[in-house]
């Protein structure tokens, strides 16, 4: 009997490759957001089996503005429906903008319709999150939270301020790594939104990569930081994005020359001083870049009209922050880039930088900005009515979305 079932069962096994169905290796090329927590190996992002992860995901943005919970809860539509529109386009992930602000106790979550989400009201903005969360796994969704802002009122330079010191964020996201220890759906930490440039050099007060101040230079922060929240959980990724000029000034202009390491890119974008200047942490094989990357919707910058646009583009890439992948030193996690694409020349762009970011499982790992259409440079995936999909957008995502496994 025995003999005779292992001869059937490896006639089933046969019989459903030829037929299409995946085997147990083919899966783990397809899995979605793969299985328990992540970590990762040279440039891939993997999971507790060893199974290559590509997170192919949105922003859903609002708790980080004086709402203090996700925007489009007021809604005709219910919270649920819309993560479940998420997962039906192909999105596995979610990157969630919050504020120091929305986690003080008393902190109060607005902008609810008692008619479509009932079930939030009264909530606070973490109740809120926690039902989030806790759905968006249900549907096998990861969820990356992102310190967007120290208050709800506008986004900073640096990641701290006189208000919500350096000690505020760090023990912040050691409370938030506290609270969901032990969820395989909460992945890890975007410690701080678009570092960037301010003042004018030899006076730069702005964030700078590798220069050795410990106020400003934000590569040591994002190793304080990584490593106090690895210190109480060390299961997470830390997702740590770049500058925008190396020296935290603004000396320079893009001069078109990619071998210029002190041109300045995009808030967020410029992980050119990463490869000398790597962020070390404490727990091995945790560190995700994530840079930041837009088009003329948001500002037109020069490279955009350079005459061999777009084949100017991926030089650009590969200098601020795309080496890091090919040369195999860690993965990328691209997390934010979209444009409303009114202008042909952002289109263009979208083409050419999924293309980029390569095919399949093995490509690098993004969310897109934004799944809410009340950004106001961007744009959103979906309409005004939080329901109808921005279709040019999301024909051009479509190729690259790995769905998530229920």
């Given at each position: 009997m025995t003999q005779r079932l292992t001869v059937l069962f490896a006639l089933l096994t046969v019989t459903l490759a030829l037929c299409g169905a995946p085997t147990q290796a083919a899966a783990?090329?397809?899995?979605?957001?793969?299985?328990?927590?992540l970590h990762t190996s040279g440039n891939k992002i993997v999971d507790s089996t060893g199974a290559t992860v590509r997170l192919t995901g949105l922003n859903w943005f609002g708790m980080e503005t004086d709402n203090k919970t996700f925007h489009g809860l007021w809604a005709n539509v219910t919270w649920k429906s819309q993560i479940d529109h998420m997962a039906q386009l192909g999105y596995n992930t979610i990157r969630v903008p919050f504020s120091n602000d929305a986690l003080k106790p008393g902190a109060v979550a607005t902008g609810i319709n008692d008619w479509t989400?009932?079930?939030?009201?009264?909530?606070s903005p973490l109740q809120i999150l926690d039902q989030v969360v806790a759905y968006a796994g249900q549907k096998g969704m990861r969820i990356i939270l992102d310190r967007h802002r120290p208050t709800s009122a506008q986004q900073t330079a640096l990641w701290y301020t006189s208000a919500?010191?350096?000690?505020?964020?760090?023990?912040d996201w050691k409370a938030l790594a506290q609270r969901y220890a032990g969820n395989t759906t909460v992945i890890g930490a975007d410690l701080h939104n678009e570092p960037h440039a301010e003042g004018t050099n030899p006076n730069a007060t702005g964030a700078c990569w590798g220069c050795g101040v410990t106020t400003r230079d934000w590569r040591l922060a994002a190793e304080r930081a990584g490593n106090a929240i690895l210190s109480v959980q060390p299961n997470w990724l830390i997702f740590v994005e770049g500058v925008s000029c190396p020296s935290g000034g603004l000396s320079n202009v893009w001069d078109g020359d990619p071998s210029n390491d002190e041109d300045c890119g995009w808030w967020g974008g410029n992980l050119s001083k990463a490869g000398e200047f790597p962020v070390r942490l404490s727990v091995a094989n945790r560190l995700v870049y994530s840079p930041h990357e837009y088009a003329t919707s948001v500002f037109d910058q020069t490279w955009f009209h350079a005459p061999n646009y777009?084949?100017?583009?991926p030089a650009i890439w590969d200098k601020?922050?795309?080496?890091?992948?090919?040369?195999?030193?860690?993965?990328?996690?691209m997390g934010e880039f979209g444009s409303t694409l009114a202008n042909p020349i952002d289109k263009v762009?979208?083409?050419?930088?999924?293309?980029?970011?390569?095919?399949?499982?093995?490509?690098?790992?993004?969310?897109?900005?934004a799944w809410n259409?009340?950004?106001g440079d961007t744009g959103g995936i979906v309409k005004d009515d939080w329901v109808t999909v921005q279709q040019e957008k999301q024909t051009i995502l479509q190729p690259y979305l790995i769905s998530p496994n229920p």
């Open positions: 783990a090329q397809v899995s979605g957001t793969g299985t328990g927590y989400n009932p079930d939030l009201v009264g909530l919500v010191p350096e000690s505020t964020w760090i023990n777009p084949a100017n583009m601020y922050w795309g080496y890091l992948h090919k040369q195999n030193i860690a993965p990328l996690m762009w979208l083409q050419n930088l999924m293309q980029y970011t390569g095919s399949g499982v093995d490509g690098m790992s993004f969310t897109y900005w259409p009340n950004s």
